[in-house]
């Protein structure tokens, strides 16, 4: 890549080497890769990053093999990552079918980048994604945990792109002359989020004049610091399965309350949602008797006396 850099590659690796800045030299790289252009340029710009700063960087290939011909696009991003000095493992993984076709696609690529020995696992994620992110979970009335969209780093999980346009990442495949697959799936009305994509996004930036996406990603942003706190609240509780403590928490802290106590004893929180919550505050805010409250991964509530305690739904009931 000769002359003047690119803006958006001079950009793209200014926003992986800020994500990485906490890892010394010879930390562990893994970049999640589909074959689209947002991971093949997140691919490009780590490369440079890291034989700057000395990590050592490689890549997972996820093959969902959802599509005829997915073992090909796999292997035609993993020969281009070669070119970029990048080592990649294909991987190939069983979708299921739980909470819908997406959720269940991403389960199952964490799954397999959790599997890589890493310091830290990059995601390509975009500005773009973050904004239908939290359009999808307004349209759901999902809550302010669905609204805080995707975050920045999340363990060793780290999404650098987040303040990056989909363009942009084109623009740094486009510099690097690689060639990016494009998902059918992206493009199919079947899906919501394509649709957003498609529709609704286009027709928001033109009603309301444009900026619509990085508003959205400001939302996110402002939402999930809001959410942070009162999560550091809530994790302070002394007691939080006492009903009279739980009864003097503000409802925001309360039900973030119960959402810790429902993970701590196994609950899925991929399936956990404010239907669940709301049904656990009525135990504490307006208890009648009932005997108890069934909650996803084979867990239920119930409240004794003043007590709230989690323990296996029992079989048969």
């Known amino acids: 890549m000769g002359g003047a850099l690119d803006p958006a590659v001079a950009t793209g690796r200014n926003l992986v080497r800020a994500a990485l800045q906490d890892l010394g030299p010879g930390s562990r790289l893994v970049v999640g890769v589909s074959g689209g252009a947002d991971s093949l340029a997140l691919a490009a710009v780590t490369a440079f990053v890291a034989g700057r700063e000395a990590y050592d960087v490689s890549a997972v290939v996820v093959d969902h093999q959802l599509q005829a011909g997915s073992a090909e696009v796999a292997a035609r991003a993993a020969d281009q990552l070669a070119t970029l000095g990048v080592e990649a493992q294909v991987v190939r993984v069983e979708v299921g079918t739980d909470g819908g076709p997406e959720a269940a696609a991403r389960r199952a690529r964490y799954q397999a980048l959790q599997g ?7 995601l390509a994620h975009t500005l773009d994604d973050q904004a239908e992110t939290v359009l999808l979970g307004l349209g759901r009335g999902a809550g302010p945990r669905s609204l805080a969209g995707l975050s920045a780093g999340d363990g ?13 990442t084109e623009q740094i495949c486009r510099a690097h002359q690689l060639t990016w697959w494009v998902d059918p799936h992206n493009c199919d009305p079947a899906f919501r989020r394509a649709r957003i994509r498609a529709e609704a996004m286009p027709l928001l930036e033109d009603v309301l004049g444009g900026g619509v996406a990085e508003a959205l990603a400001r939302t996110a942003d402002q939402v999930r610091a809001d959410s942070a706190h009162l999560d550091e609240i809530a994790a302070a509780v002394s007691e939080p399965l006492d009903v009279p403590t739980l009864l003097d928490l503000p409802p925001a802290v309360r039900s973030r309350t119960l959402r810790r106590t429902a993970l701590a004893a196994g609950v899925d929180g991929s399936a956990l949602t404010s239907a669940h919550l ?3 505050d009525r135990l504490v805010t307006g208890w009648h008797g009932q005997v108890r409250i069934e909650l996803p991964g084979g867990i239920a509530c119930t409240r004794v006396g003043d007590s709230l305690s989690y323990l296996p739904t029992p079989v048969g009931r």
């Open 116 to 122: 890589a020995r890493a310091d830290a696992v990059l």
């Open 156 to 168: 060793v999980m780290r999404r650098p792109f987040l303040s990056l346009r989909r363009a942009q």
């Open 278 to 280: 709301g049904e656990l």
